[in-house]
């Protein structure tokens, strides 16, 4: 196994004090945890199901696999059996253990994105290479590539073209492309397309899964709720290895995780709480000098005032506004810092008038 990184966020702490001591108290945008109620419908079920002495299954309840189907195909434009979806633990256990899972020894993400992906190459002892374009990567087997529309951290969007593209260049080289669509329901000024959608596979899915979240879309990041899905083949191996594994969803999120799957309404209630916070940040970020770069979709303002990373860090910490500098998500955004929409109203609004 490669040598870990240390944890990024740990270097974020000096900051922190700083921008705690400020009157107000802290403005926290640097990391991307929802901070709204989890749909009282969503805490029903799993109030509901809490008498649950036995062990789940690996595979998930029927209920919650034609859950995850069914919201693909209303949301997404993409059919999937419902015997072809995986529950998972949270996505990032997911990112981080793929490659383990697959024996990858070469797996490829983006230049531009989130630690796990090079940590999960690192864990499986594999050679992690960050990379935008098929054309530098020599001739090489890829073993496992990453896509991630919308992104984390730049909320850039990748056009059906490009993703065409990309399963084209990997079928003729039999490699597995990964798609993270954590963000995918979460699009303001381009509309995100998943990896399974016909326009880009062409109607099949070989060699290729989609990985979905409902922290964001749910606020369910402290239930670990996510699931994949894609060429049946490689959910069948994967299924395989989290059996041995002992990878279970607790029964009573797997229940909840139906119930929020199977609704719409709090989705777009959420989404439309994020459009206004949204709304309302970042004509204050332009107002007091930073450029919002790519940023047309998920949960976060890709922001540069021209200065390193870290001293846009600084200059923010000094009215209690803590942001993530860009160096955590690769050396290309050394200049940049990611801006959370994940807080309070009240605290956006704070944010806004320190801002001015």
Request: glycine content about 8%; proline content about 7%; overall charge negative.
């Amino acid at each position: 196994m490669n040598k870990l990184p240390d944890f990024p966020w740990d270097r974020l702490e000096p900051y922190k004090e700083r921008a705690l001591a400020h009157p107000d108290g802290i403005v926290d945008l640097s990391v991307g945890t929802p901070v709204d109620p989890v749909p009282q419908t969503v805490q029903d079920a799993l109030t509901a199901a809490a008498d649950s002495p036995g062990y789940p299954l690996t595979h998930g309840t029927k209920a919650l696999r034609e859950a995850a189907a069914g919201w693909l195909a209303r949301r997404h434009g993409v059919t999937v059996d419902p015997q072809h979806v995986l529950p998972l633990l949270g996505s990032k256990e997911f990112v981080a253990w793929l490659p383990t899972y697959l024996g990858a020894r070469r797996v490829v993400f983006p230049e531009l994105a989130y630690p796990t992906y090079d940590v999960g190459a690192r864990l499986a002892g594999a050679h992690g290479t960050a990379s935008d374009s098929t054309v530098a990567l020599g001739p090489e087997q890829v073993d496992l590539m990453w896509v991630n529309s919308p992104a984390n951290p730049t909320g850039r969007v990748l056009p059906a073209e490009h993703l065409r593209k990309v399963v084209a260049w990997a079928r003729e080289r039999g490699t597995v492309v990964a798609s993270d669509e954590c963000y995918i329901e979460l699009g303001w000024d381009e509309q995100p397309v998943s990896i399974l959608h016909p326009d880009v596979c062409g109607g099949s899915h070989e060699g290729l899964l989609a990985v979905h979240s409902l922290s964001k879309r749910s606020n369910l990041a402290g239930y670990r709720a996510a699931f994949v899905t894609g060429d049946p083949v490689l959910v069948k191996r994967l299924l395989e290895t989290r059996k041995h594994a002992g990878m279970l969803m607790p029964q009573p999120v797997q229940a909840a995780m139906a119930v929020a799957l199977a609704d719409d309404e709090h989705a777009a209630e959420q989404r439309e709480r994020y459009a206004a916070r949204r709304a309302l940040l970042r004509p204050a970020l332009e107002r007091a000098g930073w450029r919002i770069d790519h940023s047309t979709a998920g949960l976060y303002f890709w922001a540069s005032n021209g200065q390193s990373a870290w001293d846009q860090v600084g200059k923010l910490a000094e009215i209690g506004i803590l942001v993530a500098p860009g160096e955590f998500y690769g050396s290309a955004g050394e200049r940049h810092v990611r801006v959370a929409l994940t807080a309070s109203d009240e605290r956006i609004a704070a944010a806004v008038r320190r801002l001015q």
